[in-house]
């Protein structure tokens, strides 16, 4: 076990039993980081706050945990904070990686989980170069990211920025998110996804969904209150649907897949 390692797991077992606020920091420097599981509930809010660069093996297969690098769980009141990195290490694996075409793929490893999340903020953080989706959160609510950067080249694959699934209340502000697959993409089950002053690229976007794969229609599919702006000189807004026949309620036309089949 590293040596950062075990002072972020000894720590956090520490910080959770407090009935005061807690903070634990990794101090500036690089460390390999194999796996860190931090997992409440807390008896008070905990602050991680990571100012130096936290770097997986570039053969995944040394991870502890295939799927995840640092997982947080079960949380209220968290603040992920410091300046630092999470750095993936991602190019091997990126030759490997088929996902985008192979759906019985290999698991590959996620930077940083966010399962069960209540009332928190991520920020000042960066995710760099990771194997696969760089932020996965699932069943947070009322979560915010910002000062938020996730940077990965043209040639990384499947390497999705920030997903969200079945969470409510989460909000991207103030972050830049470059990568080969999409800037954020949302999935199932998601209620008051807000994203603001995020500029994303080189990326494939913002998706909602991934719906209607391999030539199989979407029902019950409804589009409404949709507002998204464009600054820049590369407009105007346009959106792309397939497999799909929405119900669409105030939603611009430009942006309603209104002559998708």
Request: glycine content about 8%; charged content about 15%.
């Amino acid at each position: 076990m590293s040596q950062v390692q075990h002072m972020v797991q000894s720590l956090s077992l520490i910080s959770c039993i407090s009935l005061a606020q807690s903070k634990a920091v990794v101090p500036s420097g690089t460390y390999m980081l194999i796996k860190a599981s931090f997992k409440g509930p807390c008896k008070a809010s905990i602050e991680i706050q990571v100012q130096g660069k936290l770097t997986a093996p570039t053969n995944g297969n040394k991870l502890i945990r295939l799927d995840t690098q640092v997982s947080f769980e079960h949380f209220n009141k968290l603040i992920v904070s410091g300046g630092g990195t999470f750095d993936g290490q991602g190019a091997l694996s990126w030759k490997k990686n088929d996902c985008n075409k192979n759906k019985d793929c290999k698991s590959i490893a996620i930077n940083m989980r966010f399962n069960f999340v209540t009332n928190s903020t991520i920020q000042d953080i960066t995710s760099l170069n990771n194997k696969n989706f760089h932020i996965n959160i699932l069943r947070c609510h009322n979560v915010t990211f910002q000062h938020f950067n996730v940077m990965a080249p043209r040639e990384s694959i499947n390497t999705d920025g920030i997903y969200i699934g079945r969470s409510t209340g989460i909000n991207i502000t103030d972050a830049h998110i470059g990568t080969r697959d999409d800037c954020v993409s949302i999935g199932d089950g998601n209620k008051e996804i807000t994203i603001t002053r995020v500029t994303c690229g080189p990326s494939h976007g913002i998706s909602v969904g991934s719906l209607g794969s391999s030539g199989i229609p979407c029902e019950k599919v409804e589009l409404a209150d949709i507002n998204l702006t464009y600054n820049g000189n590369k407009g105007p807004l346009t959106s792309q649907g397939s497999n799909v026949k929405p119900t669409i309620t105030r939603v611009p036309n430009a942006l309603a897949c209104a002559t998708s089949s």
